[in-house]
Structure formats: C-alpha cells, structure tokens
T-cell receptor, first 114, second 116 residues
C-alpha cells in the first residue's frame, strides 16, 4: 500500500510569484485535505477536496486554490506569494467509506518565499 | 474559532520515565486524534478516540477522551529515545463548511525530548 506522496520536497519562490504543489493520496482514499504548518505551530486547515470539488475551507484567502483529479490526486495553487506563505504544506488523505476524521499525512512540501 | 491548548509546551525526560500530556478546548469535540511529528516529516496518527470516556492504547501509548468532551490526555509509558518528537492533539473543525470530516483543528504541540 502506497502512502501519501507530495512533490516537490522543497521550493524557493520570490514574493509575487505563483506556486503549484502536488499530492497523491494513499491507495483507497478519495478525500484530500491541505494544511499549512508555520514553523513552531500546528498544522492549519486550508481546504478539502472530495469528488473533485472543494468541500470546506479554512481561514485562507482566495489566492489559495486547489484541484482534485479523477484519480483523487490533488494540487494546491498559491498566487501572489507573500513572505508569510513560507511554511510546510501538508497534504492528508482519508479513506473511502468512513473514518474520515483519521487523516493520513504526506511528508510535506517546504515552501520558502523570499 | 475553535482552539486547542496543549500542555506542557515542552518536556525533557530521562529514558524509562512515563510521560503525560493533555489537550483542552473551549468547545466540545466528538473526536480526538493524537499525532506525532518527527523533524522534516508529516504527522503520523497514533490514536483516534470517538467516545467520551474512551480509553485506547497503542503499545506504550494510552489516550483518553475526557468525559466533558472538552479535553483529552496522552500517556507514554517507559519512554525510549525514539519517542522524541512533537505530539499534537487534533479534532474536527465545526466551522469549515461542508461536512466536518477530516477538517482538523490542531493544538500547538508538545515537544518531547528523551535523554538516554
């Protein structure tokens, strides 16, 4: 069974640029959630995708957007990057048919905005 | 919004000692999750609790869902060096829209250091 994978591992961007992060969910999981983890803090929920549609959103501006594909993989896009967007971005998936609160996380993408 | 407060913020213990940490909330949670995060990695689920008063073990780890549904506790017995890491409590957010499944609110973490 393959776990959650994310790419790239690390990324450096400059203020104002756009970035796309990618996530492949764990085998058998159809729901993908994205979290932002600033240094020294717990992860913060950005949004969740289920059946290729956004299914709930945390307190993040519209320049954070996402997609889910038919194979359940997902992308997180951030436009007009700001210095405060520097963080570890985590993708988590949960299984089909329940246990949806049990989120299984990938290793994350470390984004640095200069 | 919902907030989870973890204590202590950090712990320095000797190998072999038992560890206790807790998580409190101002609002009721129907699920409590405990995660561990190692440096450079994503959080790993340790224990999930679904019923008030529930006590669940996973090896040397034991967690309890508080009766008031506003708190949870995690205990680690006979700590070993590989227990080092950051421990997070988490629960499903009530205000993120859609269904609440999987939209987790996390505490700020308890940093555990184990001296050999």
């Amino acid at each position: 069974e393959t776990g959650v994978t994310q790419s790239p591992t690390h990324l450096i961007k400059t203020r104002g640029q756009q970035v796309t992060l990618r996530c492949s969910s764990q085998s058998g999981h159809n729901t993908v959630s994205w979290y932002q983890q600033a240094l020294g803090q717990g992860p913060q929920f950005i949004f969740q995708y289920y059946r290729e549609e956004e299914n709930g959103r945390g307190n993040f501006p519209p320049r954070f957007s996402g997609l889910q594909f038919p194979n359940y993989s997902s992308e997180l896009n951030v436009n007009a990057l700001e210095l405060d967007d520097s963080a570890l971005y985590l993708c988590a998936s949960s299984p089909i048919g329940g246990g949806g609160n049990e989120q299984f996380f990938g290793p994350g993408t470390r984004l640095t905005v200069l | 919004g919902q907030q989870l407060n973890q204590s202590p913020q950090s712990m320095f213990i000797q190998e072999g000692e038992d560890v206790s940490m807790n998580c409190t909330s101002s609002s009721i949670f129907n699920t409590w999750l405990w995660y561990k995060q190692d440096p450079g990695e994503g959080p790993v689920l340790l224990i999930a609790l679904y019923k008030a008063g529930e006590l669940t073990s996973n090896g040397r780890l034991t967690a309890q869902f508080g009766i008031t549904r506003k708190d949870s506790f995690l205990n680690i017995s006979a700590s070993i060096p590989s227990d080092v890491g950051i421990y997070f409590c988490a629960g499903p957010s009530a205000n993120a829209g859609g269904t609440s499944y999987g939209k987790l609110t996390f505490g700020q973490g308890t940093i555990l250091t184990v001296h050999p």
